[in-house]
C-alpha cells in the first residue's frame, strides 16, 4: 500500500482539501439566503438545480464507494497498480453529503417560493430521466461479474457529464436576461475558492506519489475541478463585466420562461447585492 514520501506535502494535501471542502460546504449558503431574504427563486435556473441534484447524487455514490468499500479499493489497484494511493479523501466523501442536502433544501425553496413562469425544462427532466435508467443499467451489467469498481466508474462518469452540463442552463439564461440578479455571486466566489483548491490538492499528491495516476485515475474530480472553475470565471465576468448591478436591469425580458414581474423592487437591490 502507497504511503506519503513527503510529511510536508502530506500536511499541505489534508490542508487543501479541508478548505475545499469548507469552500464546497459554504458556496450553497449564499444561495438559500438571498432566496429566503427575497421569498423568491426568480433568476435562479430550475434546470441548474436539478442537473446539479443529479451530479452530487452520483458523485456521493462514487466517492463512498471508493473510500469506503475494500472491494472497490482492490480492484481500483488491479486497474492502475498496488502501490497507488486511493485518490479519494474524507473530504470527498463529506463534502458529496452536505452537497445532495443543500441542493435538496434549495429544491424544496423552489417549491414553497415565488417562482413566477420559471419551470423545469423537458429537455432537463429527459436528461435526468436517461441518466438514471443508464445508471440502473450499469448496475445489472456489473452484478454477474461483480465489476464495482467498474459500476463506481460509471457513476463518477455520469457526474461528469452532469458537471459540463449543469451550468449551460444558468449562463444561458443570464444571457438571455442579460442580469445576474436572483443568482448568489457567493455561491460563484466560493465554488470557485473549492476547484481551484480541489485541483491543487490532487496535485500535490501526484508531486508526492511522483506519478499521474492521481489525475487520470480520478478524472471524475479532475474535471469537476476544471469545468467548474471555467464557468465561475464566466459568470463572473456575466456578473461584473457584461450586466453589472449597477445597470438596474431588473426587468427580464419578455418571454415564457421568464416571469414579467421585475425580479426585484429597486429598494431591494442594494440589499440584494449586500447578499450576493
Not at 23 to 33: D, H, T
Request: glycine residues 4%; hydrophobic residues 45%.
Amino acid at each position: 500500500m502507497a504511503s506519503w514520501n513527503s510529511v510536508e506535502l502530506e500536511v499541505l494535501f489534508y490542508v487543501l482539501g479541508w478548505i475545499s471542502f469548507c469552500s464546497w460546504a459554504i458556496c450553497f449558503y449564499p444561495q438559500l439566503i438571498l432566496n429566503f431574504r427575497r421569498k423568491s427563486v426568480q433568476g435562479l435556473n430550475f434546470d441548474f438545480v436539478v442537473l446539479n441534484l443529479t451530479k452530487h447524487t452520483s458523485y456521493l455514490i462514487y466517492n463512498a464507494s471508493l473510500f469506503f468499500s475494500s472491494t472497490v479499493q482492490r480492484q481500483y489497484r488491479q486497474k492502475y497498480g498496488f502501490n497507488q494511493m486511493i485518490p479519494v479523501a474524507v473530504n470527498d466523501v463529506a463534502f458529496s453529503v452536505h452537497a445532495v442536502l443543500m441542493t435538496a433544501l434549495t429544491l424544496l425553496q423552489i417549491a414553497i417560493y415565488d417562482r413566477g413562469n420559471q419551470k423545469f425544462s423537458r429537455i432537463a427532466i429527459a436528461i435526468v430521466s436517461v441518466a438514471w435508467l443508464s445508471a440502473a443499467a450499469c448496475v445489472f451489467v456489473a452484478l454477474p461479474t461483480h465489476s464495482w469498481y467498474w459500476l463506481a466508474s460509471c457513476f463518477n462518469t455520469l457526474q461528469i457529464v452532469m458537471t459540463t452540463i449543469k451550468y449551460m442552463p444558468q449562463a444561458i439564461f443570464n444571457f438571455q436576461r442579460k442580469s445576474t440578479i436572483g443568482f448568489s455571486m457567493g455561491y460563484v466566489s466560493f465554488d470557485f475558492l473549492g476547484s481551484a483548491t480541489s485541483f491543487c490538492q490532487m496535485m500535490v499528491q501526484s508531486v508526492d506519489q511522483r506519478s499521474w495516476v492521481n489525475i487520470y485515475g480520478n478524472i471524475g474530480k479532475t474535471l469537476l475541478s476544471l469545468v467548474s472553475i471555467s464557468f465561475d470565471i464566466l459568470f463572473m465576468v456575466q456578473h461584473f463585466v457584461l450586466y453589472p448591478s449597477k445597470k438596474k436591469t431588473a426587468v427580464p425580458p419578455s418571454d415564457d420562461a421568464v416571469s414579467k414581474e421585475p425580479l426585484v423592487r429597486p429598494s431591494e437591490d442594494q440589499h440584494e447585492n449586500d447578499v450576493c
